[in-house]
């Protein structure tokens, strides 16, 4: 099983009314979300750990786990509002307000930490959870203990607007990042972590933090994979774009699915993964994101429609 750590929310997306006025309609998202609905959608065991509203909205979110087949025993549940984040599309482009001070996500402390994890083989962290407090020292605490024994992944998908301390984020990140076994970031991402410079200095430069897998998408130049001695491109598929909103999230759910495909989800075997294995995990990554990209919201693939 893999556990999915970090937010849930409602994007606030936008719609017409029947009379033509310009409205908003509420569909379950998130980033960490997301995925997991992607991998459980893929067939792959999947538990979110996040914290949810008893609201309308938090009702909303956990139906729409459980009717995709998420684990939602993790899930930790107050009387807190449901962060919501209102989206408008610029060429196809999400940008997002987010309204998330006090929120049962928000709000999430380390006394909501799962005490077992058995049956979990992998971890996946990331989203606008890691840069705000409480919730990005609990998701921290959360890697710290579970990184020893079980694979991490991490997708920083960083949001400028949403980070409040810069330096205090960037600590975090960085031990976060040390602890993880596979990172994907953009390369708007590795560009914001690293500095300036070339994308594969800048990814060999990240890599040196610890983690054995990279990926790096560039949009519709594709993805491109590093390990400790490999670089593979894979190219993105031509799509029709309605948006980009569940892009990434719906890559990460096909990577790990597609190592989980083959085996590869224990820690010893992505240490040592070999070149075509890596390639065939960038490649369901990229055939369900191009599946994401032609619907609009976060609306990821079933197995059936790869």
Known sequence: MILCAGEALIDMLPRDTDAGEPAFAPYPGGSVFNTSIALARLGVPTAMFTGLSDDLFGTQLLEHLHSNGVDGRFVAMSERPTTLAFVSLIDGQAKYAFYDENTAGRMLSETDLPTDLDGVEALFFGGISLPVEPCGDT????????????????DPNIRTSFIGDEARYRARLDRMLAQADIVKVSDEDLHWLMGGGAVPDLARKLMAMGPKILCVTEGSRGVTGYTETAEIRVPAITAEVVDTVGAGDTFNAGFLAGLADQGLLAKAQIAHIEREALRAALALGTRAAAVTVGRAGADPPRRDEL
Do not use: H, K, P, W
């Open 139 to 154: 998701y921290s605490a959360l890697c710290g203990r579970a990184a020893a024994e079980r694979t991490v992944m991490i």
